[in-house]
């Protein structure tokens, strides 16, 4: 069931998105070669928490797998999504993805980013700079009488020019009442096809793109999602709103 949000519960979903974004803001400001990955994630929580809010992650739990134990997904290079933060150092050259929700008044927002550690090779700076370009180019389909792989196809078609591959056994979604709500929103597709947009929807966008194959697998601790060839990957996201004239962004500050 695709749920079309009241002006109420959008405003709430909006105050939800506000601290997504200042977290990943406050995340992205403490990247550098030497932190552990269990430090951003306690920064994060904290931030999360001194609005009054819940970390979404925390415990969430799906297909009967144990409870994810952090606060946020922090993903470094072949790791695409859902990495658990722990006693990994981020090293010079590295990337890494930042994935965070929020539970606020009952109502969830959602959006991620990629950063790259210090400096990187030229074939990660473009896969960073592909990757988020493509996230905007599905934000820019996503218009109320659209289609949903209208999204899917924009991004799968900017991706796929640049040499690179969309990751097709993970998708976006729709968020609000719930962390993942229909419709599911893949990053490949054919225009013209899936739910129609209507004024009202919120959806979480986010392309995951792989320098090389779009494979995955998933490592032993049940969580973490790798490329299966071992290359690194990207990732963007954010949580929109459909309008009658353009969508909007919620995960900004």
């Keep these: 069931m695709i749920f079309i949000k009241t ?17 990943l803001q406050l995340m992205k400001s403490n990247i550098k070669p030497g932190i552990a990955t269990s430090e951003l994630d ?5 931030y999360i928490r001194s609005n009054n ?7 969430y739990s799906q297909g009967g797998a144990p409870g994810f134990p952090g606060s946020v997904c922090i993903s470094v290079d072949d790791a695409v999504v859902h990495g658990i933060p722990g006693s990994k150092v981020l090293r010079e050259g590295e990337i890494v993805s930042l994935d965070v929700g929020v539970l606020k008044n009952n109502f969830y927002g959602d959006a991620a980013l ?13 896969l960073l700079e592909v990757t988020e370009k493509s996230l905007y ?9 659209n289609r949903v792989h209208d999204i899917s196809a924009s991004v799968q078609e900017m991706v796929e020019y ?30 013209g096809t899936g739910a129609k947009l209507r004024n009202g929807m919120t959806l ?9 194959g779009y494979k995955v697998v998933t490592d032993s601790d049940g969580w973490t999602i790798l490329t299966a060839d071992g290359l690194p990957s990207a990732h963007f996201e954010h949580t929109i709103l459909i309008t009658h004239n ?3 962004i919620l995960t900004v500050c």
């Design 53 to 59: 809010a819940i970390p979404a992650f925390k415990g």
């Design 7 to 23: 002006k109420k519960e959008i405003d709430l979903i909006r105050e939800s998105c506000k601290i997504v974004a200042e977290t």
């Design 114 to 126: 990629s950063v790259a550690v210090g400096k990187v090779s030229a074939e990660k700076s473009k």
């Design 204 to 212: 979480a966008i986010e392309p995951m793109v792989n320098a090389g």
């Design 246 to 248: 353009s969508p909007e």
């Design 162 to 191: 640049n040499k690179f591959s969309v990751v097709r056994d993970l998708c976006g979604h729709g968020v609000g009442r719930y962390l993942h709500e229909e419709p599911s929103i893949p990053n490949f597709g054919r225009r």
């Design 42 to 46: 306690e920064i994060a929580e904290d």
């Design 137 to 145: 180019e599905g934000i820019s389909h996503a218009k109320e009488g």
